[in-house]
């Protein structure tokens, strides 16, 4: 039928890379220790890549990883080094964006894929021809492009490179992330991979005379949040996006969660296949799959420019918080005979205590409700609650778990059966 596109997801660590593979991702996006632009995540280490990279490959997955600074002159030498071990290390591709660290790519990495970052602002095709020439495999092209542009570019199959579009996560005001603000404001370069978010500040005026009167830039008490940008949510279009015949369609959010990336992985796996197979069932299934999005960290959601460009709808202007609809409680591990119960191996990412109704969620899609019935600590004494970061702990749901069903919590349910 029609082409089917990568599902590819962002992973900060490596459990989080499992997390993404086992709940529907193709592929999988990581970043080093340097050299990427999300300088705040966890990162992998050259153990973690190899481990990353037997664990994609076992499944069929493919592991990509990003180098895509604005390099300084500073930076080079240390480019050089980490290309080398890259080179050893054999990701399924590497991913640029400047033109200097590309040339030292092409120069040092042998036989492997080299990437363009959505960072070098493709926006036509004859650029995509360039990059072509030059050797590019795969290009990201820019944010800013719209549905009927990326359609224009990719009906040149015949000549150009693989193409991979964002179609979920954070948006960026400036032109797809070349963004000085954070520079300015705290030193801290957004193109180096350390940016503070700036877009996302509450700001003021203020009147050169009048030092220290703040007044709103809208009438309100509590001033205006004037670049923060909703998030991009492409899940009810799937259908536009594989008839556009794009190659790989993109996640944001390499400092995301883990409920965040399986609750998207899944979604828009099971939309992709859904259409593909049916898309009849697609259309069916919309609910679900924007239910599904929406259950994780979001900032309410917009096409951004697909469909034109954004207008000041596609803006939050009042806030900078998330919206979040569930909690999440951890990752279902090993299963452990205790007693006459069946429990489970977790570690806590947030509280839960007995008696509480929670939601198992599984990679095919199946979301369970489920009571916790009993607690343990590590040496099997029954507790009440976990209330302890981190803490490991034991569960019993009174049914069968699998190991990487994800536990959860509806923020708005607070209903204990204890007593």
């Keep these: 039928m029609n082409n089917k596109p990568e599902l590819l997801m962002p992973a900060g660590n490596l459990e989080t890379l499992k997390i993404a593979f086992i709940y529907g991702a193709d592929a999988v996006y990581i970043g080093g220790e340097a050299y990427s632009l999300r300088a705040k995540a966890d990162n992998f280490s050259r153990q973690d890549m190899l481990d990353a ?3 994609a490959h076992k499944l069929g997955g493919r592991v990509y990883i990003t180098a895509n600074i604005f390099a300084h002159n500073g930076d080079l030498n240390g480019v050089r080094e980490y290309f080398k071990e890259l080179n050893e290390i054999r990701p399924d591709g590497v991913l640029v964006a400047d033109p200097g660290v590309l040339a030292l790519a092409f120069d040092l990495l042998d036989n492997i894929p080299i990437h363009l970052s959505t960072q070098a602002n493709t926006t036509n095709i004859e650029s995509v021809r360039f990059w072509h020439r030059l050797g590019v495999s795969r290009i990201v092209l820019a944010r800013e492009l719209s549905l009927k542009e990326i359609e224009e570019i990719s009906g040149e199959a015949s000549d150009i490179p693989e193409i991979e579009v964002f179609v979920h996560g954070a948006m960026c005001i400036s032109y797809s992330g070349r963004c000085l603000l954070s520079n300015y404001f705290t030193g801290r370069d957004a193109n180096r991979g350390a940016c503070t978010h700036p877009c996302r500040w509450k700001y003021r005026i203020e009147e050169e005379t009048r030092e220290g009167e703040y007044l709103p830039i809208e009438e309100n008490d509590r001033g205006t949040f004037l670049m923060n940008s909703r998030d991009l949510c492409m899940i009810s279009h799937i259908d536009r996006l594989i008839d556009a015949g794009i190659s790989s369609l993109k996640v944001e959010g390499r400092m995301k969660s883990i409920l965040y990336v399986a609750s998207v992985a899944r979604a828009y796996r099971q939309a992709i296949d859904d259409y593909l197979i049916s898309p009849d069932n697609y259309l069916k ?135």
């Design 53 to 55: 990279l037997d664990f």
């Design 285 to 419: 299934r919309k609910d679900w799959y924007e239910s599904e999005v929406r259950a994780c960290t979001n900032r309410t959601f917009t096409t951004g420019f697909f469909f034109g460009k954004p207008s000041d709808e596609s803006m939050i202007y009042d806030e900078s918080t998330y919206v979040t609809e569930y909690v999440f409680l951890g990752v279902v591990g090993v299963e452990k005979q205790i007693g006459n119960r069946c429990c489970y191996r977790m570690m806590q990412r947030n509280k839960c205590s007995v008696g509480e109704t929670v939601e198992i969620m599984k990679p095919s899609g199946d979301n369970i409700a489920a009571t916790i019935l009993q607690l343990y600590d590590e040496e099997g004494n029954m507790i009440d609650s976990v209330p302890h970061a981190k803490q490991i702990f034991y569960i019993d749901l009174g049914r069968k778990l699998d190991e990487f069903d994800i536990l959860r919590r509806r923020k708005s349910d607070n209903n204990s059966i204890v007593g």
